[in-house]
């Protein structure tokens, strides 16, 4: 049963307050300026209160809290391995302690009976405003609709109010990525000798990611039928696991240059337990910034040539 009435405190103020009875049995009441405030609020916690949904202030957890217990959420996948990357958890992390928790422009301390999508709306103003960039914004606001997503599961929101929250973009152009012209790798694999030529030519001719092609194994290239058997992926940490996604996991055609290139390489190749095709020196699983550093920087100095991102 709910109701709401006319109260006149001892101020000597009006107000309207709603008496009603939560799913736990206890009874609640709110106070407001207007009627049509008191009205509009017996209207959206009635549902809830059916629903077994609604959280009273009292006992509502802060944003911070939750972003807490998602975290933990994460690190429990992580160390059972269940779709959570260290990688992952690192950036996830980041975005809680840095941003959603940050004491000038976070929303750490709101409770999340009080979080609306104003709340959430002026949160990203503030981020923008204060010098994070579109993308960043972007992956800060993602954190948070995952953050609340978990607390709908836990049973302390009912809704999520950062989903449907959008970062505009500044400009109107579409900036596109800037793709290497063919001369351009051309000069590249010619320029490279043994370990980083058959990178260059497994990357540019057969489109493997660098986790990919560094996690790749020899049981995985298909000399008889010419084929890269793409089943394993060497993370951030030299982690050995599964490809990011079903889609992932994928055969490549690989036409006779490549599995020529790669059948010379093997011969030179450092042998090791994991049976890589670029390992370290050790035969373990090579580092990519030093793989980075090491060789395709200097090669594409010692050529001149000059790739957005390397």
Known sequence: MATIRKRTLPSGL????????????RRRAKLFERRKEADQFLVKVRPQVL???YVHDSVSITVGEAADAWLAHCRVRRDA????????YVGYEGYVRCHIKDGKVGIGDLKLSRLSRKAVNDFRDRLLTAGRSEMITRKILGA??????HA????????????????LR??????????????????????ATGRLR???????????????????RWTDVDFANG???????????????????AAGHRSVPAGPFVLNTLKEWKLACPKGDLDLVFPSSDGSVADHANTVRRHFKRNRCSEGTFLDGL
């Open 144 to 149: 948070l609709r995952l953050v609340l997503n």
């Open 51 to 53: 629903a077994g949904t």
């Open 227 to 245: 084929f890269l058997h793409v089943r394993q992926r060497a993370d951030f940490y030299c982690m050995l696991g599964e490809p990011k996604s």
């Open 170 to 191: 500044s400009s109107r152009l579409d900036y596109k990525v800037s793709v290497p012209k063919k001369q351009d790798v051309k000069n590249l694999i010619a320029g």
């Open 14 to 25: 009006t107000r309207w307050q709603v008496e009603f009875t939560d799913q736990a049995g």
């Open 152 to 167: 709908i599961d836990n049973g302390q929101v009912h809704m999520n109010a950062a989903q449907g929250v959008r970062v």
């Open 198 to 216: 058959a990178m260059l030519v497994v990357s540019a001719l057969c489109g493997l990611r660098a986790s990919e092609t560094r996690g790749l």
């Open 81 to 88: 391995g269940r779709r959570m990357e260290r990688t992952t």
